[in-house]
């Protein structure tokens, strides 16, 4: 079992950058699969990019392509997300989630994919 804990999120006026982290808790953190969504007011929780347990393998959105990076250093039990050139329509809570998987190349976007969910994160960002 992991928990998982964001942290990163602020106000950034559009234009700026964040780094998103996400610290996970228990043992064996390397067969973990790693993602993060993102969730506006009123809309639904949106894929934004996952990340293979071992790093091997990522998978983007196509709104955060050539913007967003995702990574993990799995010896300090923790995901990042590193956004840049962001626009008022990223504002969201954004959150970290993980499923633990036999596969190195595993990168599911579905929510109904990952069992384990941090508390999220706002990001806002102003025009």
């Known amino acids: 079992q992991v928990q998982l804990v964001e942290s990163g999120g602020g106000l950034v006026q559009a234009g700026g950058s964040l780094r998103l982290s996400c610290a996970a808790s228990g043992r064996s953190f390397s067969s973990y699969g790693t993602a993060w969504f993102r969730q506006a007011p009123g809309k639904e929780r949106e894929f934004v990019a996952a990340?293979?347990?071992?790093?091997?393998?990522?998978y983007y959105a196509d709104s955060g392509k050539g913007r967003f990076t995702i990574s993990r250093d799995n010896a300090k039990n923790k995901v990042y997300l590193q956004a840049n050139s962001l626009t008022p329509e990223d504002t969201a809570v954004y959150y970290c989630?993980?499923?633990?998987?036999?596969?190195?190349?595993?990168?599911?976007?579905?929510?109904?994919?990952?069992?384990?969910w941090g508390q999220g994160t706002q990001v806002t960002v102003s025009s």
């Open positions: 990340l293979s347990r071992r790093g091997g393998s990522t």
């Open positions: 989630a993980a499923r633990p998987t036999a596969s190195y190349a595993y990168t599911p976007s579905h929510p109904a994919d990952y069992s384990y």
